[in-house]
Each structure stands twice: as structure tokens, then as C-alpha cells.
């Protein structure tokens, strides 16, 4: 049974920053990517950013430029370094794994709020 354990949401004021977590539990098969999406209250789950094993990165337009994922492959782990945070980042965001044999596997979420 695949598990992933995210960390790190809260609440920031605009122009502020936070790292997410998120550690992968219980793989049987291999790692093809890790990324997380998010979701905003009455809108649809998107990708954010995601990164493969070998460490290529890929980002929304949205979000260029001020988050970086990266990934700690001996931990399973992945991260989500959010910088120069806007309103518009609120959200519920969702780590996401792929297995080599194209299996999604989902986190429980973490809530990002970015308000004064």
C-alpha cells in the first residue's frame, strides 16, 4: 500500500514563502515522476510542478520562476519550495507519484493560504 505523507502548509502572508514535504511510504515498484497539483476552492485540480527520477523539472507557467521541486531519491521524498507566494496560490495542494507501471498515487493534501 502505497502512502504519501505531505508536510508544510499553512498560512503566509503575500510575498512570503514555504517548503511542502511529501514522503512516499511503502513502493513497491519503481519511481517514474513525483510533482504536486493543486486545487482552489470551486476550481479544478492542476499540476504545479513535477520532477522525474533523473531530475528533469517541469512547472505551470503560473508558477515559473518563484517554486522549485526537488527530491531526495535515497528518501523518497519530494519538495516544493514556494517563494514570492501570491493570493492567488491559495489552494489545497496534492502530492502526486507515478510508478514505472504508470500508477497514480495520491497524497491526503496540504492547505496553502496566502492572505494578510
Known amino acids: 500500500q502505497v502512502q504519501l505523507v505531505e508536510s508544510g502548509g499553512g498560512l503566509v502572508q503575500p510575498g512570503g514563502s514555504l517548503r511542502l514535504s511529501c514522503a512516499a511510504y511503502g513502493i513497491r515498484f519503481a519511481i517514474a515522476t513525483m510533482g504536486w497539483n493543486r486545487q482552489a476552492p470551486g476550481k479544478e485540480r492542476v499540476l504545479v510542478a513535477t520532477i522525474t527520477t533523473s531530475g528533469t523539472t517541469n512547472y505551470a507557467d503560473s508558477v515559473k520562476g518563484r517554486f522549485t521541486i526537488s527530491k531526495d531519491n535515497a528518501k523518497n521524498t519530494v519538495y516544493l519550495q514556494m517563494n514570492s507566494l501570491k493570493p492567488e496560490d491559495t489552494a489545497v495542494y496534492y502530492c502526486?507519484?507515478?510508478?514505472?507501471?504508470?500508477?497514480?498515487?495520491w497524497g491526503q493534501g496540504t492547505q496553502v493560504t496566502v492572505s494578510s
Open positions: 502526486n507519484l507515478v510508478d514505472i507501471l504508470l500508477r497514480n498515487f
